[in-house]
């Protein structure tokens, strides 16, 4: 009886041994991925980036005179366009006549006090005292002038008007002057295309508002320095508008063409994004096996894109369909 039972008990763990063998066997069998690749060669594109930005009116004045006081008048309503020189405001003008008064006495001084001097009636000093006196109630009398009658320092549109006639002028602008004959954009460009951007550049706008349409601009300021935050520099530019079809605070994309140059360009769908990130990557053909390499993504073209990494070279093997079930590291087979 004993006997049998030590017959079965080496049956089980033979039995037992060729199971695990079996699962080890199992294990042990790699996994190998069907994928399709394409081997990157440069392509000549035509380099040019699209930012967007809001417009702006290239000159805006705060209608602010330096004088507190009564507003007598506004001679101009929120949309009216007016010329260089046009009367916008008038404040309130006594002091500005007391003064005109004193000036007009000071004169009629002042030349009785040069001729007394070429008489020899009047002394040096006379004459001194009434000139020092004379010029600077002339400059106040100019200062009351300008900010008395005010007037359009250039030719705009009127954006905002925050009182009316008899009111007390405060701290806020009494009237916001615009230029829209001729507006200007902040835009902000990658760092990597500082060395192409120069003053006089030529580009152009286009505006959901105006499908189809396109609208000349011109480069007139290179901002110097880098924001280290954002890694982009800024471009002021400026954009023609006699028609007024376009106006501030309008969106607008800017396209900026950099001339010809080759890239590395791949189909789109090929390259993957890391989940909760923003991180791009494409996995290339090494030597039979996945790898994972991370990228930046250049400038689109349909259906294409164009990728930027230190390993993205002419000649690599980049993987184009199959990618969604590759890992780093697994074994691949390019099949045709």
Do not use: W
């Not at 017959?7 to 994928?35: M, P």
């Not at 006090?113 to 100019?142: F, H, M, V």
């Amino acid at each position: 009886m004993k006997k049998n039972f030590l017959y079965i008990l080496a049956a089980l763990a033979l039995v037992g041994c060729g199971k695990q063998t079996e699962t080890t066997e199992v294990e042990e069998t790699e996994r190998v991925e069907q994928v399709r690749t394409t081997v990157l060669q440069p392509r000549e594109i035509e380099r040019e980036i699209s930012v967007s930005t809001n417009l702006q009116g290239y000159l805006t004045q705060n209608v602010a005179p330096s004088l507190t006081g009564k507003i007598e008048h506004i001679y101009c309503e929120v949309g009216d366009k007016v010329s260089k020189g046009t009367d916008l405001v008038r404040m309130d003008q006594t002091q500005y006549k007391t003064t005109k008064i004193s000036m007009a006495n000071l004169e009629i001084e002042k030349n009785r006090i040069t001729q007394l001097l070429r008489s020899g009636s009047a002394t040096q000093q006379q004459y001194d005292q009434i000139t020092t006196q004379y010029n600077s109630t002339k400059e106040q009398l100019e200062f009351l002038e300008q900010n008395t009658y005010v007037k359009a320092p250039f030719a705009g549109v009127i954006s905002a008007k925050n009182y009316e006639d008899g009111e007390l002028y405060g701290g806020q602008p009494i009237l916001v002057l615009t230029q829209i004959d001729k507006l200007k954009a902040l835009v902000a460009i990658p760092e990597t295309y500082f060395p192409k951007f120069k003053e006089g550049m030529k580009l152009s706008l286009t505006s959901e508002i105006y499908p189809g349409k396109t609208f000349p601009a011109t480069v007139e300021i290179v901002y110097p320095t880098v924001d280290p935050s954002t890694h982009t520099f800024q471009c002021k530019i400026v954009i023609p508008n006699t028609r007024n079809l376009l106006r501030p605070g309008m969106y607008v994309t800017t396209t900026i063409g950099l001339g010809k140059a080759e890239a590395l360009v791949i189909p789109y769908q090929a390259v993957e994004k890391l989940v909760g990130a923003n991180d791009r990557y494409v996995f290339i053909n090494e030597d039979g096996r996945a790898k994972r390499v991370a990228v930046t993504l250049g400038q689109r073209f349909d259906q294409d894109i164009e990728i930027i990494a230190d390993e993205i070279v002419p000649g690599v093997e980049v993987v184009t369909t199959g990618q969604h079930k590759l890992v780093d590291g697994v074994k691949i087979n390019v099949v045709e």
